[in-house]
């Protein structure tokens, strides 16, 4: 039991459970989002071609976005920045339902979609890593992080089962409405957290206070983003990552004509296997 307990450790900071199952709503939505995009994109082009242009313009924001929002991470409230992420989204799964309910949506509504959950994407992976950092603090990390990482894969499988039979009764609609009020319920239960001071300033921020200078003379954002990209180990890491994309995409592109045309299971079949 005592084991159990360490492996649970990060549990008893205050407000970390509501951050954890904040975080577990958005990995439920992110893979119901995953499984509504390709398979629509599917059925509205008949062509794996299209499924894997909706999934590229979902990823394409990672490119640009993830540093500039590291960076804004370091400035600014990491809990109302995550709250307002979760809102906009919720917003954003509200108008793709009435669009699909009304018929407005076709292949260009899919690529609109998939940009702003890619964008979606970025900001919440980045920031809720720093917040559970904020959290947990440097001791628990590690413990923290990994908890963060199992709440994503645990919740998305079940969000994947759950697409599948809510796609197969109801369509692009029932997955917009649930992803609305996933990104919904995740922002409410963080306006319950308290207040989080930052467990550290952006690296640029320590170094100047440690000589001295004043806090509001943080280096611009694109300033940060060049320190970065001449730091060896992020280069290092970014290839890594971008290897690990490469081939995790490569199989969501093929998933949904293989649960069409091979296995002929249709999206209820896609739900678990994607």
Request: proline letters at 4%; aromatic letters at 10%; one cysteine or more.
């Amino acid at each position: 039991m005592s084991s159990v307990s360490e492996l649970l450790r990060s549990f008893r900071h205050p407000g970390f459970g509501l951050v954890w199952s904040s975080i577990c709503l958005n990995g439920w939505s992110s893979h119901v989002s995953t499984i509504a995009i390709s398979w629509l994109a599917l059925e509205f082009t008949g062509s794996p071609v299209g499924v894997g242009i909706a999934l590229a313009t979902r990823v394409l924001p990672r490119l640009f976005l993830a540093i500039p929002f590291g960076s804004l991470s370091d400035r600014r409230d990491r809990r109302v920045l995550l709250q307002a992420t979760n809102t906009i989204g919720a917003g954003m799964a509200a108008l793709a339902a009435i669009a699909s309910l009304q018929g407005w949506f076709g292949f260009g509504s899919v690529i609109l979609v998939a940009t702003f959950v890619g964008v979606f994407d970025v900001a919440e992976t980045t920031l809720a890593k720093s917040f559970v950092y904020d959290v947990v603090g440097p001791d628990d990390a590690v413990n923290g992080m990994a908890l963060e990482q199992l709440a994503n894969k645990l919740f998305g499988v079940i969000g994947g089962v759950t697409t599948g039979i809510v796609m197969s009764l109801w369509g692009g609609v029932g997955a917009f409405v649930m992803m609305s009020i996933a990104y919904g319920c995740s922002a409410f239960l963080l306006m319950l957290m308290p207040r989080v001071a930052p467990t550290a300033g952006s690296f640029r921020e320590v170094a100047s206070l440690a000589d001295g200078e004043a806090d509001d003379e943080q280096p611009a954002i694109w300033e940060s983003m060049l320190q970065l990209l001449q730091t060896p180990s992020v280069l290092v890491f970014a290839v890594i990552a971008l290897a690990g994309e490469v081939f995790a995409y490569s199989h969501e592109a093929l998933a949904p004509s293989f649960a069409r045309d091979i296995l002929n299971v249709g999206e209820r079949g896609l739900g678990p296997a994607g």
